[in-house]
């Protein structure tokens, strides 16, 4: 079995080697399409400075992984922080919309009288 490579175990390598020029474009934009959404899918530390992290676009599947700079893992955490944040918010306005229109429409029911006491 000299000489064969197993697969097994290396699902998870990064496909840049070792010493591969950093990549200076922020981690959530995506080459291929220039989505903002790009997620990591595994990280880990690589030295004292560095992170292997693996990266998936949503919106193409692009998919690649690398050895970034410490700043650059910061940033990328900082955008990540900023998309958990704007979710956030907006499921906030949506449950908000949703419970007006349910109100309303409960209002509008009890007003035409379609809502007896024997419904409850
Ligand atoms: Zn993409």
Redesign the pocket.
Known sequence: MHGETSTAGAARAVTSPPGAPAVTRPLHV?P??A?KLVYPVWWQEHGRDHWSIELR?P??E?ADGGVFCQRQADAFDHELDRGTDAVAVDLDRLVRANMTEVADRFAHALAAGAILPEDF
């Open positions: 995506c291929a399409c989505s676009c919106n193409c692009w």
